[in-house]
């Protein structure tokens, strides 16, 4: 079973802070909430200690290995391409398009170093979208001083498409980050991704994807669907739309069917703080809320909680509902999704102009987004 892939940074001992923090302000946060409800959210934070302490081995040593390793040079090798292969796609306009991604990673051993690739983004299709992986060492995170290309081969016919060099962004706190590129994909079907770092942590490294041709999630050029969340004109208190501890209100004002229908681009976050299996969620929405103070009156800018009673949890996800706007926008419907960040950028007609999965720094979406205001 594919995990997401930022399943594997729980190790992160900024992450466990997060979590016991998460419990301790829960505690100031929930002021007249029930006391049943400041316990679990303080267990929720005691239980991330204990979960990710059992996690704490270094990569080189899990003994579920995120790739396999193949020993033939000729791996990443792409052969001449083959006669009778199918012509690209042409005037393809997904709707609410896509692919799904079952990623298998394999790694290249040779005379350059073997690297493992950890796909970020798991949900890929037919047209062009970012792609953002992270790559490792026995000892640790490729980072940013290695140049890093990237060659997508379609596999049916062993043909390469032109190398595209990746940028690397930092996440919060600075003790991880991803390479990302713009990729097109012209057809769908079996790829393979080779990946090239040059420098200090140089290496090769293979990674297979499925790239389909549908998936539940809007994508780019499309327009999502007109969701009515929550927002606090709806509901009494804020507590009643976000797990966030210290949410930023303005995040919560308007529905997503207004902000299409307005004349401003918009920056939807789905999110849960409190309850992100990798904690980078909260990270996210403040990234977003970030984004706004930046960008206030220029465009919309919604925080969509996974949840639909968050108030209701008390620390224990069996009595978490999904909210309907969640199922409307198709992240429920994606295999092994289980309540990981999607953010959306929509332009000002409303169309997806970008989506991000996992996280995303505020460079990336302030770039997004500027492109819609011009």
């Known amino acids: 079973m594919l995990r997401p892939a930022f399943a594997l940074l729980i190790p992160n001992p900024l992450s466990i802070l997060g979590r016991v923090k998460m419990g301790a302000f829960s505690v100031v946060y929930s002021k007249g909430s029930s006391p049943a409800y400041v316990l679990g959210m303080v267990k929720m934070g005691a239980f991330s200690v204990v979960l990710a302490a059992a996690l704490l081995t270094p990569l080189a040593c899990r003994s579920e290995p995120t790739a396999t390793v193949s020993t033939s040079p000729a791996a990443t090798a792409p052969a001449p391409a083959a006669t009778g292969e199918q012509p690209p796609v042409e005037g393809h306009q997904p709707t609410v398009a896509s692919a799904s991604a079952s990623v298998r990673h394999s790694l290249e051993s040779g005379s350059m170093q073997e690297l493992n690739v950890i796909m970020a983004t798991t949900v890929l299709e037919v047209g062009t979208q970012r792609v953002a992986f992270l790559l490792t060492t026995p000892t640790g995170l ?84 007109l969701s009515e969340n929550k927002t606090l004109s709806s509901v009494d208190d804020i507590a009643l739309l976000t797990t966030d501890y210290s949410p930023d209100p303005a995040l919560y004002e308007v529905t997503i069917r207004e902000a299409v229908e307005s004349p401003l681009p918009a920056v939807v976050v789905f999110a849960s703080p409190a309850f992100c299996t990798t904690a980078t969620c909260g990270p996210q929405v403040d990234a977003v809320s970030e984004l706004r103070e930046a960008y206030g009156g220029q465009a ?66 302030e770039e997004s987004l500027r492109s819609t205001l011009k």
């Open 142 to 225: 490729v980072k940013e001083d290695n140049q890093v290309f990237i060659t997508p081969v379609y596999l049916p016919s062993n043909s390469a498409r032109a190398s595209i060099e990746t940028r690397f962004h930092r996440w919060p706190y600075g003790t991880r980050g991803a390479f990302a590129a713009q990729m097109d994909f012209d057809r769908p079907g079996s790829w393979r991704l080779d990946i090239t770092a040059e420098g200090p942590d140089g290496g090769r490294a293979v990674a297979e994807i499925e790239v389909l041709e549908d998936s539940p999630v809007p994508f780019i050029g499309s327009v999502g669907p």
């Open 300 to 365: 919309h800018f919604i925080h969509v909680e996974i949840y639909d009673n968050p108030s209701e949890i008390q620390g224990d996800l069996d009595r978490a509902r999904i909210a309907l706007t969640v199922d409307q926008w198709g992240l429920s419907g994606l295999p092994h999704w289980f309540n990981e960040s999607w953010t959306f950028v929509l332009n000002a007609g409303g169309q997806v102009h970008n989506r991000f999965e996992g996280f995303a720094t505020v460079t990336e979406l």
